[in-house]
Nanobody
Framework: QVQLAESGGGLVQPGGSLRLSCAAS????????MGWYRQAPGKQRELVAR???????NYADSVKGRFTISRDNAKNTVYLQMNSLKSEDTAVYYC????????WGQGTQVTVSS
């Protein structure tokens, strides 16, 4: 079983940057595919970015070129670097781990506003 804890959210102005972190407890972090999802008020949760156990990445079209997902298996941590933030990026961001089962963190709020 994996427990996930996100951090790094907050309030940022349009055009600014934030880095989210997701620390995973448990063993065998390296075998999990890891992802970041987000959910804005009144909308469904959507995939933002994913990184496989082998290091392959994919991104939602809306964040390509602005967001970067990475992982540090030695630290059991996955990151989401978010640059050129827009108001439409405002959402609760959730960390996800996938290996046979889905595991979710509690989420961290990101608000992009002037």
């Amino acid at each position: 079983q994996v427990q996930l804890a996100e951090s790094g959210g907050g309030l940022v102005q349009p055009g600014g940057s934030l880095r989210l972190s997701c620390a995973a407890s448990g063993r065998f972090f390296s075998i999990y595919d890891m992802g970041w999802y987000r959910q804005a008020p009144g909308k469904q949760r959507e995939l933002v970015a994913r990184i496989t156990s082998g290091g392959s990445t994919n991104y939602a079209d809306s964040v390509k070129g602005r967001f970067t997902i990475s992982r540090d298996n030695a630290k059991n941590t996955v990151y989401l670097q978010m640059n050129s933030l827009k108001s439409e990026d405002t959402a609760v961001y959730y960390c996800n781990a996938l290996y046979r089962l889905d595991y979710w963190g509690q989420g961290t709020q990101v608000t992009v506003s002037s």
